[in-house]
């Protein structure tokens, strides 16, 4: 067993690296603020192959492992978690869907401005439409309604908490046409975002993430054509399943960049404050926590490692995926709690960014899967 990271892995890992210090960090707090969509940073992600970095070159992407999709998750969600879950809905929810289950047609159309993040110098970038206002955890209770109509299907609904909802071009839309089959009855529908009957709510007021561009989307007799369904008749909810379980491992990679930023913020501060004649590091009660803050985010690094490793060799990764976003998005939530505490007064600031980590953590429990769910996933699995 080699723990070992290649040459490629390093150079991932220090190119996302640099790009979240020099083109995330400077403003990230006022955006942060300000609500504001990181533009300019995430098209700048497309530049560089962070949009598609999983999908095949065929089709516009960097043809990475998911191993490099994990390394640069985790710098960029360091720095600023606004753009890293851009990326991430856009890498595991919309292209690793379209090319494992498109059609080659809809990989031209779709896939390949996706996966450059951009078309005629313009952002392009795609959505995840699932959640409701009543389906969240269950995922099954969908309400919106494809309803077939011989050559298209006529949508209708409205979709909870979309990232990217106003800025993306494509959404990926869960709607049931057939609600006697249950969740055999949902489909998944490529829909463009300028179709007439869309109404794209207002941004959420959210406490972390600010930055990120969530929304609520409407349908209102949306025409979709045929041969813009995904898989066959009733794949929907099998489609979703799937791809969250991927999905899982962004997330938890996210999640460990949250609690690797405010170990990294923790250790220099530690250093530097003096306390009763000496730094706080020289105190074990400080200590203990960096240690334990050092060891948990260990695990967490190994967790989402060994997940993205069974998802490159094709094995079962749904266990592996819930264990990670689970132990990852805790620890996350611990580390920046703690990290507010080694702060002090300074912790509760802004200029600090401890305070921003520590509400952007708290979403990892919650989207992709809460620690419920992913609980119940394991549970499952092993007393199956």
Known sequence: MDFRLTEEHLMIRDAAREFARQDCL???IERDEHQRFAYEQIMKLGTLGFMGMMTDPAYGGSGLDTISYVLAMEEISKIDSSVSVCMSVNNSLVNWGLEAYGTEEQKMRFLEPLARGQQDGRLY???FLLSEPEAGSDASAQRTTAIDMGDHYLLNGTKNWITNGSSASVYLVMAQTDSGKGSRGINVLIVEKDSPGITVGVKENKMGIRGSDTHSISFQDVRVPKSHRIGEDGFGFNFAMKTLAGGRIGIAAQALGIAG???ELCLAYAKERKAFGKSIAEHQAVQFKLADMATRIEASRLLCLKAAWEKDHQ???????SMAKVFA?????WVTTEAVQIHGGYGY???YHVERLMRDAKITQIYEGTSEIQRLVI??????
Request: proline content about 3%; aromatic content about 6%.
């Open 315 to 321: 094995m079962d990764y749904s266990t592996s995926s």
């Open 379 to 384: 549970g499952r699995s092993i007393l199956k």
């Open 125 to 127: 970038i795609g959505a």
């Open 26 to 28: 400077p403003g990230v």
């Open 329 to 333: 998005s805790e620890t996350a939530m």
């Open 261 to 263: 930023g405010a170990y």
């Open 349 to 351: 600031v802004k200029e």
